[in-house]
């Protein structure tokens, strides 16, 4: 089955630590993205790439990292310098037209 | 302001109800509008993409029709098993091929 991807289901994070969010898809679609989502605020955009090896910034990427070594995976970092972590994370993934999303991670703060 | 509008935010109805959700854009030249159904706990679901002005596609009870500024969802008699989180997005010609979202509309069926 094509799709999209994301583990774990539920992260719990600790003061100080880094936790990384994984994505994947085999879509063989080029663009990925990551987005926050909280209660009532809709869909943040964090970071997106269009290709291997190359990412660009969204809207509130303060505090997270991602990488694109392979064009099926594209892993979020969240850093201790993101002082409110807690949400839903969305990864998606887009050919020409359509984004598809995966089925979401859970970031909670112990 | 707000590129992409939804309303109501919230919309309760029962069983066999039809109703409609809005979604206004103001970006100057659309490329594409996207319907997505999200269920709580669950990643956004693709329904429909829409192209041009008095464009229509349908599935199942959701019908979505498309004018220069906004576009409709219709639920036509629906079910519980409606109830979810309805999103629109909007790509704009030109410009960045980041959709803009707006933030939804929550929509319950009572039975």
């Known amino acids: 089955d094509g799709g999209i991807t994301q583990s774990p289901k539920y992260l719990f994070r600790k003061e100080g630590q880094n936790v990384t969010l994984s994505c994947e898809q085999n879509?063989?679609?080029?663009?990925m993205y990551w987005y926050r989502q909280d209660p009532g605020q809709g869909l943040r955009l964090i970071y997106y790439?269009?290709?291997?090896?190359?990412?660009q910034k969204g809207d509130i990427a303060e505090g997270y990292s991602v990488s694109r070594e392979k064009k099926e995976s594209f892993p979020l970092t969240v850093t201790s310098a993101q002082k409110n972590p807690t949400a839903f994370y969305l990864c998606?993934?887009?050919?020409?037209?359509?984004?598809?999303f995966g089925p979401g991670t859970r970031l909670l703060v112990l | 302001e707000d590129q992409v509008t939804q309303s109501p935010e919230a919309l309760r109805l029962q069983e066999g109800e039809s109703s409609s959700l809005n979604c206004s854009y103001t970006v100057s030249g659309l490329r594409g509008l996207f319907w997505y159904r999200q269920d709580p706990g669950k990643g956004p679901e693709f329904l429909f993409t829409?192209?041009?002005a008095g464009e229509e596609k349908e599935k199942e009870r959701l019908k979505a029709t498309l004018t220069k500024k906004e576009s409709f969802l219709h639920i036509t008699a629906p079910k519980p098993e409606d109830s979810a989180t309805y999103l629109c997005?909007?790509?704009?010609?030109?410009?960045?091929?980041?959709?803009?979202f707006g933030r939804g509309t929550s929509l319950i069926v009572h039975p």
């Open positions: 998606a993934s887009s050919g020409q037209e359509t984004q598809y």
């Open positions: 879509l063989n679609h080029d663009a």
């Open positions: 997005a909007v790509r704009e010609s030109g410009g960045s091929y980041i959709p803009t």
């Open positions: 829409l192209y041009s």
């Open positions: 790439s269009q290709i291997v090896n190359d990412f």
